[in-house]
């Protein structure tokens, strides 16, 4: 398949989306989107895949939603043509980890997009926020709800509110962010980070993603159990007779499920 609005690679068992509008400082349109989903499809697919990067530029992740598209939009043709639903829901339902690489502007659906993801990884250069007020909207892709949990109620309530730009060592403080690194430093470190996750056996790692998220989407008692239920099906897998085998034997384990 061939895409316009992002790169797509493989670095060994990683699959790398490098989304590519520079000149729109990697504003998200329905069609880059499009092609995010279609490439999360084929990572997912695609058995030698274990771990997924995405990332921007220098100057941007992304700067958010395209305001040119949706500035023309009426009420019916963003509830009609099912805005942020249709091609934003697959970043969400990807069950291999996703890691985002930040560096610049992650404003806006910019910010969101990075907050579907599993773990964000940040430049020191990066700058988060939800700047819709000023356009005279709300968040729509995720902002109200994943930045509270994310950070707590008042500085998503600061940032949504007066639309100011939260830097990286803030975020990592605040708990957005899961390491801040210097720039030239971003991919290596995301794609290390990536491959190190494409090593573990891949059911275990779905469910753990699969268990963390519940988390966020339900009560404690409900996670906790949905949390036991897989930890007890670990030990139908191999990786887990494996695993615990290798560690006992002092040496590192190889596990088939990669
Ligand atoms: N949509 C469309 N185009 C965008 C864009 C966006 N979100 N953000 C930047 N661009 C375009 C600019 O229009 C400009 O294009 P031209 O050169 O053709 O004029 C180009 O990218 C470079 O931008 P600037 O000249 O503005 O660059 P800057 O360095 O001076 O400022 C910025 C950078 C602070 C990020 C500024 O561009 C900006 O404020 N962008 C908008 C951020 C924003 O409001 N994001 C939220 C969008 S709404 C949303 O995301 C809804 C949702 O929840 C899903």
């Not at 819709?132 to 998503?156: D, H």
């Amino acid at each position: 398949m061939s895409y316009e609005n992002i790169l797509v690679e493989t670095r060994g068992k990683v699959g790398l989306i490098t989304l590519n509008r520079p000149k729109q400082l990697n504003a998200l349109n329905d069609a880059l989107m499009d092609e995010v989903g279609a490439a999360l499809a084929v990572f997912e697919a695609d058995e030698g895949i274990g771990a997924v990067v995405i990332t921007g530029s220098e100057k941007a992740f992304a700067a958010g939603a395209d305001i040119g598209m949706m500035a023309k939009f009426s009420y019916m043709d963003a509830y009609k043509g099912d805005y942020i639903t249709r091609n934003w829901e697959k970043v969400k339902t990807c069950r291999k980890p996703i890691i985002a690489a930040v560096a610049g502007f992650a404003l806006g659906g910019g910010c969101e997009l990075a907050m579907t993801c599993d773990i964000i990884i940040a430049a020191e250069t990066a700058k988060f926020g939800q700047p819709e007020v000023k356009l005279g909207i709300l968040p729509g892709a995720g902002g109200t709800q994943r930045l509270p949990r994310a950070v707590s109620k008042a500085k998503a309530m600061d940032l949504c509110l007066t639309a100011r730009m939260m830097g990286a060592e803030e975020a990592e403080r605040a708990g957005l962010v899961s390491r801040v690194v210097p720039a030239d430093k971003l991919l290596d470190e995301a794609l290390t980070a990536a491959a190190q996750i494409a090593e573990y056996s891949l059911p275990v790692v779905m469910m753990i993603k699969e268990s963390v998220n519940r988390a966020f989407e339900s009560g404690l008692a409900e996670g906790l159990l949905f949390e036991r239920r897989a930890f007890h099906s670990c030990f139908a897998l191999d990786d887990q007779k494996e695993g615990m085998a290798a560690f006992v034997e002092k040496r590192p384990a190889s596990f088939k499920n990669r």
